[in-house]
């Protein structure tokens, strides 16, 4: 089992920076990957970004490439997004996800069994 907490999010303008926090218990954060989905409302969750369980592979929806960056501190069973450059249709609620690792890092939400509660960006343009 593994239980997930995000912070870090708020208001900003279009720009401006934001950093994402997802706080993990459990013994088997370590063996599991990692993605933040974000979810607009009256749109379905879509993928963002993920990390597989040791860090040494990212993979992000082309629309962050170059904006966005995704870590994890095994140690302290954490995962970052540090997100720069926000647009305003980057606005919605962000969820961290954790789920097994597969041979393919998996993009969809029903590929991974964690979810945290979500924490709200808002970005004013």
């Known amino acids: 089992q593994v239980q997930l907490v995000e912070s870090g999010g708020g208001l900003v303008q279009a720009g401006e920076s934001l950093r994402l926090s997802c706080a993990a218990s459990g013994r088997s954060f370590s063996s599991k990957k990692m993605g933040w989905f974000r979810q607009a409302p009256g749109k379905e969750r879509e993928f963002v970004a993920a990390?597989?369980?040791?860090?040494?592979?990212?993979y992000y929806t082309d629309s962050v490439k170059g904006r966005f960056t995704i870590s994890r501190d095994n140690a302290k069973n954490t995962v970052s997004l540090q997100m720069n450059s926000l647009k305003a249709e980057e606005t919605a609620v962000y969820y961290c996800?954790?789920?097994?690792?597969?041979?393919?890092?998996?993009?969809?939400?029903?590929?991974?069994?964690?979810w945290g509660q979500g924490t709200q960006v808002t970005v004013s343009s």
């Open positions: 990390i597989d369980w040791s860090g040494s592979n990212t």
């Open positions: 996800a954790a789920g097994t690792p597969r041979l393919w890092i998996g993009r969809r939400p029903d590929e991974y069994e964690y």
